[in-house]
């Protein structure tokens, strides 16, 4: 009788620590699933094209030079216009609306409209003027995901293969985190918000029109 109460106590203890086992287990994996919920689908990482020097990346920070890198080749292909701006601006307006916000795609078309002339039978091209290395005071960073990028192009215009102009300009410029749109329609998920004041500048005075 002895034999079989201690067998008895012991099998209850045997189920009381499987029972704390299987509770423990439970809240692991509660855990786990919580963990796993919250942990990102797809992490953002924007590496910097400076291999001169080791970067320090953290998820979704954007180095300075990835935004001056961004602003510098959207503008060159923007601003590019083949045979007649009056056509190709509009188009590229289009072809690249994903790299710019609403409100700045919206401005440009209707400046477009307004200052035609400006515009039509004009051909134009943006060339990077510089050494090439980076200068770090050409982006201000003015919130967490604002900054202003300052530019300078040599802009070469031609009106039915005569040049018009080619000059050095200034272009001022404010680009935005913007990750409202899909990966594969703008991998950078930045944008160009349009000119900061007063727009593009010759740097060595009034441009020639």
């Given at each position: 009788?002895?034999?079989?109460?201690?067998?008895?106590?012991?099998?209850?203890?045997?189920?009381?620590?499987?029972?704390?086992?299987i509770a423990l287990l439970g809240v692991l994996l509660a855990l786990f699933g919580a963990g796993y919920w919250r942990m990102p689908t797809l992490l953002s990482?924007?590496?910097?094209?400076?291999?001169?020097?080791?970067?320090?990346?953290?998820?979704?920070?954007?180095?300075?030079?990835?935004?001056?890198?961004?602003?510098e080749d959207l503008m060159i292909k923007l601003n590019y216009c083949r045979e007649d701006c009056?056509?190709?601006?509009?188009?590229?307006?289009?072809?690249?609306?994903?790299?710019?916000?609403?409100?700045?795609?919206?401005?440009?078309?209707?400046?477009?409209?307004?200052?035609?002339?400006l515009y039509d039978n004009r051909a134009q091209r943006l060339l990077p003027t510089g050494d090439g290395f980076f200068d770090p005071e050409?982006?201000?960073?003015?919130?967490?995901?604002?900054?202003?990028?300052?530019?300078?192009f040599l802009r070469?215009?031609?009106?039915r293969g005569v040049e018009i102009d080619s000059?050095?300009?200034?272009y001022p410029l404010r680009i935005v985190h913007y990750p409202g749109v899909p990966l594969e329609k703008?991998?950078?998920?930045?944008?160009?918000?349009?000119?900061?004041?007063?727009?593009?500048?010759?740097v060595d005075g009034p441009a020639r029109r």
């Open positions: 009788m002895s034999e079989a109460k201690t067998q008895i106590s012991q099998l209850q203890q045997n189920l009381r620590y499987r029972d704390r086992i990482v924007h590496v910097p094209p400076d291999l001169s020097r080791p970067q320090i990346i953290k998820p979704d920070e954007i180095a300075p030079i990835s935004i001056y890198t961004f602003a009056g056509k190709d601006y509009l188009k590229n307006l289009g072809d690249y609306q994903d790299y710019l916000t609403p409100r700045c795609r919206e401005e440009r078309k209707l400046h477009r409209e307004r200052n035609a002339s050409k982006v201000v960073r003015l919130s967490r995901d604002v900054w202003e990028v300052h530019l300078e070469e215009d031609h009106v000059r050095r300009y200034h703008n991998p950078f998920q930045m944008a160009f918000d349009c000119y900061l004041p007063p727009g593009p500048q010759p």
